[in-house]
Antibody, heavy 120, light 107 residues
């Protein structure tokens, strides 16, 4: 079964750090670009970060640039998002998702999401 | 940043009716556009990729069309499970933004 499973969310104080992980299974991980998409409570979807198939190209939303770092390990089929200097604006459900090779646009597999709460 | 504007914000229809959702880009995204459906408490689900291709397992009542700046998602005959929020997303240039969503509700 093709699957993505996020972990690492939780409660963190403002200014704190958190590391999210995404474990992939059931497909050739190195064939897919990977994304982090977040959704604040009651809001729409926001592309947070993306990484190319071999990890040499990364993107960040302006709102997280300099604070978040995306990485992947194709030998372990995992992707991570290191988040720092967290604020209330970062509070959201964070999804990892894949864009398969050959798709111009479309994230066809999503994880169930992991919730990040920023509060003192 | 390319802005995607979805209309209408809310669409009230009955099962069996035809739904037409619009997504307009602030500049051309060619065919780099996807449509998603999201139900409460669930992750988004890909419906259409590359503007007009149905994703795996998506029923034929869903179709996508358009290129450049104007795109349409059509649901030919609404089923009860289709009532949810729909998003479009582009991948023309980073950031790969989403539209604000269209809420499809039962009339």
């Amino acid at each position: 079964e093709v699957q993505l499973v996020e972990s690492g969310g939780g409660l963190v104080q403002p200014g704190g750090s958190l590391r999210l992980s995404c474990a992939a299974s059931g497909f050739t991980f190195s064939d897919s670009a990977m994304y982090w998409v977040r959704q604040a409570p009651g809001k729409g979807l926001e592309s947070v970060s993306a990484i190319s198939e071999n990890g040499d190209i990364t993107f960040y939303a302006n709102s997280v640039k300099g604070r978040f770092s995306i990485s992947r390990d194709n030998t372990r089929n995992t992707m991570s998002l290191q988040m720092g200097s967290l604020t209330a604006e970062d509070m959201a459900v964070y999804y990892c998702a894949r864009r398969p090779r050959g798709y111009l646009c479309g994230l066809d597999v999503w994880g169930q999401g992991t919730t990040v709460t920023v509060s003192s | 940043e390319i802005v995607l504007t979805q209309s209408p914000a809310t669409l009230s229809l009955s099962p069996g009716e035809r739904a037409t959702l619009s997504c307009r880009a602030s500049q051309s995204v060619s065919s780099y556009l996807a449509w998603y459906l999201q139900k409460p408490g669930q992750a988004p689900r890909l419906l259409i990729y590359d503007a007009s291709n149905r994703a795996t397992g998506i029923p034929a009542r869903f179709s996508g069309s358009g290129s450049g700046t104007d795109f349409t998602l059509t649901i030919s005959s609404l089923e009860p499970e289709d009532f949810a929020v729909y998003y479009c997303q582009h991948r023309r240039s980073w950031p790969y933004t989403f539209g604000q969503g269209t809420q499809l509700e039962i009339k």
